[in-house]
């Protein structure tokens, strides 16, 4: 009996062609068959998202079985449908809109735009003279109290992307392009559909001649009213972490894994730093460098930098002679640049002192010693001198006193000298890095996470962005003491995680696939296995990995350029009026078809035939150009 049952078993085997598939093949086969449902975008879209937001039936890889999905509350074929008729003068004299608002597959709300059309813009149009870019007014796609679309009259810089399509900009220019211009009415249309109520999805576009129409559904928790929680994150995403945390409180599936050994064994914690340049400013006052005490018959100023003590009074022939002092203090002896006596003048005698000793004098005879001068007094003669005498060291020391020692009677009978104190007022700058984050970056547990230099995100969640600030100019301090820097950045703002260890959770047995991964080859398995007693078994068994094929180097692509004349608005006219030649050429890239067929379009001219291109230095130069020219056009109400 046995052996009659295994004769039939193998006579069917041999008689289905399945049993000659070995499993490789049986795997290609279905691998091939997923690609061709699913291998491309277009592929996708026909074979399961239409359909599915459609309400068509979608249909399994093998074709065997087909099911009608439920992706969506409302589904419609009909959702939005557009028929643009341009003019003789090139502008859209006639724009009718067909709606199905409420998914029931026919159209409730139809109408025909009475606006002249003669740009398009990525969420609105412009309207001017027809066949002219004058008397231009700018509208915005939006929607009324029952859904339907309509037209508000903005500023132009509340458009985007506009570009002009009547005569004025060249000819036949609405028919040409009429592909694209009716993608990009639906685009803005479609925007502001799902705008207003984000529970409409847009599944496919058709065009067909000067008509487009598109394929929609209505889902989203098939709530009733547009305004759900779900949405209103997409305005406020920080919001989503907050309510995130509140739903974890008292949920008992959240704190078992948070109380489990991997939960509590590591946690991250995120901490915050800079980099920051200080800078300071030192300035200071006449008075903040050099104070006076004594006696002083006035001060006269010799400069911003400079003053003039005039010390003395009345003589007498006494003994001793009357003496007039006046005492210096250094509060800032750096900034003190010259002291000196200057002047002399007496009726008789005068001698000048420093601490006490004579250093100048005015008078008929030397007089340098602190005793009496020899001769008359009171003779009434008039003496002066320039004995310019420096005492700088003497007042950087930190104080000083000067006196005037003063031997005369009569009618002329008095003296003084005249004091001269220099100082530096400039400002002084000190410049140093203040970097707070230099625990953290020489920590083997952090990673820097999030990084802003000077505004600009150069780190975002761990990966580097590619930005970089540009050099910048900056003013400190006031009008008194101001100076202006530029270097490379001024405030760096860092976020890093650091791995906090909070335990010793138990770690995994990761034996057998040590043992693994030392002990086999491309050509064996070696496999380490533990039974209920303990024991530890080795075995090993020849293996090979199935024939993986040949992969091309990459998919062969090609480049072409078509004739374009730019058409692009903006609040000054349309760009091209404005420049020396409008005409360019736009830049292609296809992937080429069995045979290294490059598909060209009509119009499209081959630059580069089917291969491995790299155009990536190009696309560099390029960003790089738009970046800089973007910095260079941005202004701002900062100091720069």
């Known amino acids: 009996m046995r052996r009659s049952v295994v004769i039939a078993l193998f006579c069917t085997c041999i008689s289905q062609p399945l049993c000659a598939q070995t499993v490789e093949d049986r795997a290609r086969a279905a691998a091939a068959a997923a690609a061709t449902r699913s291998g491309s975008s277009d592929a996708l879209r026909s074979n399961y998202l239409t359909p599915g937001l459609s309400g068509q039936m979608i249909s399994t890889v093998d074709g065997s079985r087909s099911f009608a999905p439920s992706l969506a509350c409302r589904k419609t ?16 004299a006639n724009l009718h809109i067909s709606q199905d608002t409420d998914f029931d597959g026919s159209f409730d709300r139809i109408q025909s735009l009475s606006q002249n059309i003669s740009g398009i ?55 040409a392009n009429m592909p694209d211009i009716l993608k990009d009415l639906g ?39 547009p305004d759900l929680n779900q949405t209103a994150y997409r305005a406020a995403p920080a919001a989503l972490q907050g309510d995130a945390a509140a739903m974890t409180v008292g949920n008992r599936v959240f704190e078992a894994l948070a109380a489990s050994p991997a939960g509590s ?18 300035s200071a006052t006449f008075d903040d460098i050099v104070s006076i005490s004594g006696s002083v018959q006035s001060v006269a100023s010799c400069g911003a930098d400079c ?118 007022l400039r400002c002084d700058l000190a410049e140093r890095l203040v970097d707070l984050c230099s625990g953290y970056a020489a920590d083997t547990a952090c990673r ?4 802003d230099v000077d505004g600009v995100t150069t780190f975002r969640n761990g990966v580097g962005t590619g930005l970089r600030p540009l050099t910048s100019t900056r003013m400190f301090g006031s009008d008194s003491c101001a100076v202006q820097l530029t270097r490379d950045f001024f405030l760096r703002a860092r976020t890093y995680v650091c791995v906090v260890d909070t335990g010793n959770p138990p770690q995994p047995d990761l034996s057998r696939g040590a043992y693994i991964i030392d002990h086999s080859t491309e050509t064996v398995l070696a496999d380490q296995t533990r039974s209920a007693s303990g024991e530890v078994r080795q075995t090993s068994r020849a293996f090979a990995l199935p024939d993986r094929g040949s992969v091309p180097a990459c998919e062969a692509i090609c480049k072409t350029r078509a004739p374009h004349v730019s058409t692009a608005a903006a609040p000054a006219g349309v760009v091209g009026a404005q420049q020396n030649d409008p005409s360019g050429w736009d830049i292609f890239y296809h992937a080429c078809l069995p045979g290294s067929i490059c598909p060209t379009a009509p119009g499209e001219q081959v630059v580069s035939t089917c291969g491995c291109l790299d155009d990536f230095p190009e696309a560099v130069v390029m960003m790089q150009s738009v970046r800089l020219a973007g910095a260079d056009m941005v202004c701002t109400s900062a100091t720069q």
Request: proline letters at 6%.
């Open 265 to 282: 064994g590591k946690v991250e914690q995120a901490r915050q730093c800079t980099v920051e340049r200080e800078i300071t400013l030192t």
């Open 448 to 451: 820097l996470r999030d990084e």
């Open 187 to 225: 685009g803005g249309m479609v925007a502001a559909l799902t705008t207003a109520d984000p529970r409409i999805g847009v599944a496919e576009a058709q065009i067909s001649g000067p008509t487009i129409a598109y394929v929609g559904a209505q889902s989203t928790a098939c709530a009733t009213s």
């Open 77 to 92: 074929r009909t959702l939005l449908e557009i028929l643009a008729q341009p003019a003789s003068t090139g502008d859209l």
């Open 307 to 424: 003053r003039r003590y005039r010390v003395g009074g009345t003589g007498s022939c006494n003994n001793p002679p009357p003496t007039f002092a006046l005492r210096f203090l250094a509060n800032k002896p750096e900034r003190i640049v010259s002291a000196k006596i200057v002047e002399l003048h007496t009726a008789d005698w005068l001698q000048a002192r420093i601490d006490g000793q004579p250093v100048a004098y005015a008078a008929k005879r030397p007089w340098l010693t602190n005793a009496l001068p020899s001769g008359d007094c009171g003779v009434g003669d008039l003496y002066h001198a320039a004995p310019d005498y420096d005492f700088t060291p003497a007042l950087k020391s930190g104080a000083v006193t000067v006196d005037a020692r003063i031997r005369a009677t009569g009618a002329n009978k008095t003296g003084y000298m005249i004091l001269e104190v220099r100082v530096d």
């Open 121 to 175: 813009c990525a969420n609105g149009v412009v309207s001017c003279h027809p066949g002219s870019w004058n008397q231009c007014h700018y509208f915005e796609w939006g929607l009324d109290a029952g859904h339907a679309l309509k037209l508000a009259e903005v500023e132009m810089p509340q458009l985007a992307g506009c570009y002009c399509i009547n005569n004025s900009c060249g000819t036949n220019l609405a028919w």
